[in-house]
């Protein structure tokens, strides 16, 4: 059984410009959940993708956008970043249904200079 | 508005006595909560969890209880090991997909 793997593991960007960072959901897993973290605080929730559809979403702005493959893997794009955009996203993979567990990847920290 | 809150940011404990990790929130609607441990550089690695429909749940040297009257939940670890040092979040969801978690605890056993 593979678990949650995110790649990449470190990034840098420049302000205004655009990223993707991608998961590959655990095995059997048919749901994904993107969290952001930034230091010292919690995971925040960005949206869940379920049948390749978003299932939910968070207080980020449209230009954080996602998609859901097939296969259950994921991507999260984000547009136009920004300074506060630095931080460690995690993604999450679980199976959908009452009292999901979530599993998480290691994350992708991204630095926006 | 933090509907989970984690009062105290870090805790230290002697090897071997028990830890004692607390959670509030405020959302009377949560239903569902979880505990995660994560290290640096580590995703959140999932613990234990407990519905609101129980008061208690256990497994192996950790335990979850659940107040719902309080709207507070805890976590002890007995006895407590070095290699448990790390930061414990608690989350909590209602029924959704959407989790919201705390800002973390971070838990240091001393040798």
């Known amino acids: 059984e593979t678990g949650v793997t995110q790649s990449p593991t470190h990034l840098i960007k420049t302000r205004g410009q655009q990223v993707t960072l991608r998961c590959s959901s655990q095995s059997g897993h048919n749901t994904v959940s993107w969290y952001q973290q930034a230091l010292g605080q919690g995971p925040q929730f960005i949206f869940q993708?379920?049948?390749?559809?978003?299932?939910g979403r968070g207080n980020f702005p449209p230009r954080f956008s996602g998609l859901q493959f097939p296969n259950y893997s994921s991507e999260l794009n984000v547009n136009a970043l920004e300074l506060d955009d630095s931080a460690l996203y995690l993604c999450a993979s679980s199976l959908a249904g009452v009292e999901e567990k979530l599993f998480f990847g290691s994350g992708t920290q991204l630095s926006v200079l | 508005d933090q509907q989970v809150k984690q009062n105290s940011p870090s805790l230290s404990v002697q090897e071997g006595r028990i830890s004692i990790l607390n959670c509030d929130y405020t959302?009377?609607?949560?239903?569902?909560f979880l505990w995660y441990k994560k290290y640096p550089a580590e995703g959140p690695t999932f613990l234990i969890s407990?519905?609101?429909?129980?008061d208690k749940n256990e497994d192996g040297r950790f335990t979850v209880f659940l107040n719902k009257s309080a709207k507070h939940l805890s976590l002890h670890i007995v006895p407590s090991q070095p290699g448990d040092s790390a930061v414990y979040f608690c989350a909590a969801g209602a029924g959704t997909y959407k989790y919201i978690f705390g800002t973390g605890t971070r838990l240091k056993v001393l040798a």
């Open positions: 407990i519905s609101s429909i129980k």
């Open positions: 959302n009377s609607m949560f239903d569902y």
């Open positions: 993708y379920y049948r390749e559809e978003e299932n």
